[in-house]
Nanobody
Framework: QVQLVESGGGSVQTGGSLRLSCAAS????????VGWFRQAPGKEREFVAG????????YYTDSVKGRFTISRDNAKNTVNLQMSSLKFEDTAVYYC?????????????????WGQGTQVTVSS
């Protein structure tokens, strides 16, 4: 098993930046593909970004391409989401997730492990 803990959320103005981190403990983190999801009030949880086990393949939802960057450091058991040019519609609770496969998935149901979430609020 792996345990995930997110950090780095907060409040920021439109156009600002935040860096989310997800710390993993338990089984070897490099065995897992990882993803970031978000859920806004009244909406379903949606895929934001994903990263393969090695970190060599990245995936983004269209609305964040060019603004968000996902990365991982397997030596430190962390995965990060650098968010820039934030928009009001990026406001949500952001979750880190892991699945014991090589590639990530865009479907939340495909992930075995989840963090508790961290709030990101973007205001004008």
């Amino acid at each position: 098993q792996v345990q995930l803990v997110e950090s780095g959320g907060g409040s920021v103005q439109t156009g600002g930046s935040l860096r989310l981190s997800c710390a993993a403990s338990g089984r070897t983190f490099s065995s897992y593909a990882v993803g970031w999801f978000r859920q806004a009030p009244g909406k379903e949880r949606e895929f934001v970004a994903g990263l393969s086990r090695s970190g060599g393949a990245t995936y983004y939802t269209d609305s964040v391409k060019g603004r968000f960057t996902i990365s991982r450091d397997n030596a430190k058991n962390t995965v990060n989401l650098q968010m820039s040019s934030l928009k009001f519609e990026d406001t949500a609770v952001y979750y880190c997730a892991a699945r014991d496969t090589y590639y990530p998935s865009r479907r939340a149901s495909d992930y075995n492990y989840w963090g508790q979430g961290t709030q990101v609020t973007v205001s004008s």
